[in-house]
């Protein structure tokens, strides 16, 4: 086996090591824990509101815009946040690349807003 | 914040130069693409609709022009008057400049011009009218330039994605129709696998050999002698995968019927033009370019992929009845023909499966302006029955879906002969004689294909040909310019080249790819 595949050892032995652990976790409290059954006990936990519906109701279509431009935002951080750190290092480069990225992508932002999409209808 | 900047950093991490001369074509089409979204954005209510798609026809133009000095420059020598001469790299050797990448460039702006007067008044017949189209099409087509030049595997995967991208939203452009949005669904759902596939060939070739850069990787390969390749050679099975997708290869083609069929027309055009002369400019780049040394391993799997590809293309476009399933049958056999030429992995098939893709590209924008025209209203009736006729009713539209019907064939006096001729003998020199017969057979089946067509628009037809009717069709339905233009250079160049191939051929020879350093 090449030294590289053999790496991959580390890989597997982590993996089982973790489903081990939470095997044994899982287990052991399974064998101490009192079991007394409520239905309450067995409700979809849903940020400690009472869920209402069931999980594959519909929502508005209006909202795939947002999810859009929150795409278009995420990636944005997505790419800003590692470059922040390392502005230095960079130098002038590095913030006229940025600015040019940063400006394709708000003419994104323009265009969606001129074609009247943040308008809520 | 300028103070910082201003000071020389301890660990200043060191920016590649640009050669902003090589990115010319690219930036004027990527930046011609974003500034139209700007200005059509800015002022929608000044702007007249025969703006958009005269700028996209100008901005291909540009880019074409903005190419020849390129061309001038790489496919020179150096000499001491003019050191520079010769390919070149830049972007830190991750952006090829050659003879290869500059004639896909110019290749992608006729596309983009040819396209833009087709769809200009298919758009507004559908009444689907607008800018998007056209920044979607200049985008693709810059994702295309990027994939031609790409001197590194991750630059090759952003082109392919810039590429391919635009093309899913384009596909599902006719949003009221359902078999546009499945078409969409379906070529983007199968895409995006592939692309992960490819991207997974990626990271295994940089597992074995050690970097995504192109020339590295050849002087690895060349220098290097690997005990265990089970790494490398899955690297290339997957990369094959991800190309094979694009360019529509058995066994990896199920989606091109549906959405040849279900997509806009126009767009149709654009992807078997663009979207497979990108792809196979990756793929020569990628296998042939890089991977020659490894020749050995890889032209079996292309050898048994044509074979694959030529005889379902032929084959199954036979018991087709939708035209625009034919070609894209048809389109599938022509992929067939140009892993030909790329399987001979020499520098002549390389040339000839360069020429085999322009003459293909026009003949096929050419034949797709012809359906959009004849189909009419609504994009839906592509059935051989509906252009029943057609040579009777609309004589021009005959004539010229005659001669991109006969070019496809492969007829002698049209490029597309000539195209077969030169992969097919780059086939047999390099002593592939299995597969150049088997190609030589594939073209007499798939002839049936275009001579079934070419019956039902000269031969069938009689029952809607009455004659008052026919006059008012002859009288009533004008070729939209745009549309006439497209055609008058489609048949133009299908002919020409057809009767005189050599400089055509001889650019093609010139366009050899190179991996440069700089």
């Known amino acids: 086996m090449s030294e590289f595949l053999r790496s991959y050892l580390t890989v597997a032995i982590f993996g089982a090591t973790g489903c081990l652990l939470v095997g044994a976790f899982v287990g052991l409290s399974a064998l101490v824990r009192p079991t007394r059954p409520q239905a309450q006990k067995y409700l979809t936990y849903e940020s400690g509101v009472d869920p209402v519906g069931t999980g594959w109701s519909q929502s508005n279509i209006r909202y795939y815009v947002f999810a859009l431009l929150f795409v278009m935002f995420d990636v944005e951080a997505v790419f800003i ?34 074609k009247g999409v943040l308008r809520w209808v | 914040m300028l103070n910082i900047l201003a000071q020389p950093p301890t660990d200043a991490i060191p920016t590649p130069d640009v ?25 929608k209510d000044f702007i007249p609709r025969w703006f958009t798609p005269i700028y996209t026809v100008l901005i291909g133009i540009a880019t074409g022009v903005a190419a020849i000095p390129l061309w001038l420059r790489v496919t020179d020598t150096p000499s001491a008057a003019d050191p520079n001469n010769g390919p070149f790299a830049t972007l830190d050797s991750s952006f090829g400049v050659d003879g290869f990448s500059v004639f896909f460039t110019m290749l992608f702006a006729a596309v983009v011009v040819l396209v833009a007067l087709l769809a200009n008044d298919y758009l507004r017949r559908e009444d689907i009218d607008g800018p998007e189209f056209y920044v979607l099409m200049m985008l693709s087509a810059s994702g295309g330039i990027v994939m031609a ?14 590429l391919s991208i635009a093309v899913y939203v384009m596909a599902a452009m006719h949003s009221r129709r359902i078999e546009s949005q499945e078409a969409g669904m379906k070529y983007f759902v199968l895409g995006a696998l592939s692309s992960a596939v490819f991207l997974y060939g990626i ?53 091109t019927p549906d959405v040849y069929q279900g997509a806009p027309t126009p767009v149709v055009g654009f992807m078997a033009s663009a979207v497979k002369a990108a792809a196979f400019a990756g793929m020569l780049r990628v296998f042939w370019l890089t991977f020659g040394s490894y020749r050995t391993d890889w032209q079996p799997v292309i050898y048994g992929l044509a074979i694959a590809t030529l005889l379902v293309g032929s084959f199954v476009a036979i018991v087709q009845t939708d035209v625009k399933r034919m070609l894209a049958y048809s389109s599938i056999s022509h992929a067939g023909y140009l892993l030909v030429g790329v399987q001979a992995a020499t520098n002549e098939g390389t040339a000839t499966v360069l020429f085999y893709l322009a003459a293909y590209a026009f003949m096929v924008i050419g034949s797709f302006t012809v359906i959009t025209l004849a189909t009419g209203p609504g994009d839906a009736k592509t059935s051989l029955t509906d252009i029943a006729g057609l040579a009777r009713t609309r004589p021009v539209l005959g004539i010229a879906l005659t001669v991109f019907l006969l070019g496809q064939a492969g007829v002698p006096f049209t490029s597309g002969f000539f195209a077969k001729f030169y992969v097919i003998s780059a086939a047999a020199d390099a002593n592939s004689y299995g597969l150049a017969i088997v ?17 039902a628009i000269w031969l069938d037809g009689d029952e809607v040909a009455d004659p008052t009717e026919l006059a008012a069709a002859k009288a009533g339905i004008p070729v939209p310019w745009g549309a006439a233009v497209v055609l008058v250079v489609t048949v133009g160049f299908t002919l020409v080249f057809g009767l005189w191939p050599e400089p055509m051929i001889e650019m093609a020879r010139d366009a050899v790819p190179a991996l440069a350093i700089g």
């Open chain 1, 81 to 114: 946040f590692p470059w922040a750190t390392r502005l230095e290092a960079y130098g002038y480069f590095g913030l006229v690349e940025m600015a040019i990225f940063i400006f394709i992508l708000a003419l994104g932002l323009f265009y969606a807003w001129r």
């Open chain 2, 149 to 162: 030049s790409a001197n590194d595997l991750i630059v090759m995967f952003l082109g392919l994605e810039i």
């Open chain 2, 439 to 455: 190609a030589m057979l594939a073209a007499v089946v798939a002839a049936f294909l275009y001579l079934r067509i070419m019956m």
């Open chain 2, 203 to 255: 990271a295994l070739t940089y597992g074995a050999t050690g970097s995504t850069n192109l020339v590295e990787i050849r002087e690895f390969l060349s220098n290097v002698i690997l005990l265990n390749d089970a790494l490398l050679l899955a690297g290339f099975a997957l990369l094959l995968v991800g190309f094979g997708f694009k360019v529509a290869a058995v066994p990896f083609h199920s989606w």
């Open chain 2, 19 to 43: 050669a902003w001369s090589g990115l010319m074509p690219l930036l004027i089409l990527s930046g011609g693409a974003v500034l139209l979204l700007t200005i059509v954005s800015l002022a």
